[in-house]
């Protein structure tokens, strides 16, 4: 493997993301749980979703490279806490993907590493992120940095 780096995620890399990374990871996903099957032809609205929020202030998205390829990437936004509660302002992390070829080598740890420094600098107070319930390999990542359980998240279908 050549030199990782990782940096923020540049305009010109949003088409790439979405084919390389997010669309893989999307894939993936699906295949842990129906619940996120993707529609037939997402690419577009994928592209479109990841520009608008490149130009929000309130998000952010760091890649991972090794050479000129990209091999993960981790997005997060800065939420507001609701004026009712004193626990402060939150990271949440929304999507943490590192490629199959490229996992066990401490990518996803340095990619939340990134995205939790950027909460830190906007004073976040704490970090949140969602796991698939069958994502073992991604639970062990997030429980060995010491993220816990608060709430659990449940869903019913109305079809």
Same mark, same amino acid.
């Given at each position: 493997?050549?030199?990782?780096?990782?940096?923020?995620?540049? $305009?010109? *890399?949003?088409?790439?993301?979405?084919?390389?990374?997010?669309? &893989?990871? =999307?894939?993936?996903?699906?295949?842990?749980?129906? #619940?996120? =099957?993707?529609?037939? %032809?997402?690419? *577009?609205?994928?592209?479109?979703?990841?520009?608008?929020?490149?130009? %929000?202030?309130?998000?952010? @998205? !760091?890649?991972?490279?090794? /050479?000129?390829?990209?091999?993960? !990437? $981790?997005?997060? @936004?800065?939420?507001?806490?609701? &004026? $009712?509660?004193?626990? /402060? %302002?939150?990271?949440?992390?929304?999507?943490? !993907?590192?490629?199959?070829?490229?996992?066990?080598?401490?990518?996803?740890? *340095?990619?939340? %590493? $990134?995205?939790?420094?950027?909460?830190?600098?906007?004073?976040?107070?704490?970090? @949140?992120?969602?796991?698939?319930?069958?994502?073992? /390999? =991604?639970?062990?990542? #997030?429980?060995?940095?010491? #993220?816990?359980?608060?709430? !659990?998240?449940? @869903?019913?279908?109305? *079809?």
């Amino acid at each position: 493997m050549n030199v990782r780096r990782l940096r923020r995620l540049r $305009a010109d *890399e949003i088409e790439p993301l979405v084919d390389d990374l997010w669309l &893989p990871f =999307a894939r993936e996903m699906a295949e842990l749980d129906d #619940y996120n =099957a993707l529609q037939s %032809d997402v690419r *577009e609205q994928a592209v479109a979703y990841r520009r608008e929020r490149f130009e %929000d202030d309130d998000v952010v @998205t !760091y890649v991972a490279l090794d /050479g000129a390829e990209l091999v993960g !990437y $981790a997005s997060a @936004t800065h939420e507001s806490s609701p &004026p $009712a509660f004193s626990r /402060g %302002d939150r990271l949440s992390i929304e999507e943490v !993907y590192v490629r199959p070829s490229h996992r066990r080598q401490g990518i996803a740890s *340095e990619l939340l %590493d $990134a995205v939790e420094d950027w909460g830190d600098q906007r004073c976040c107070s704490h970090a @949140t992120l969602s796991v698939n319930a069958r994502n073992d /390999g =991604a639970q062990a990542v #997030y429980e060995a940095r010491g #993220y816990g359980i608060k709430r !659990y998240k449940m @869903t019913k279908s109305l *079809e």
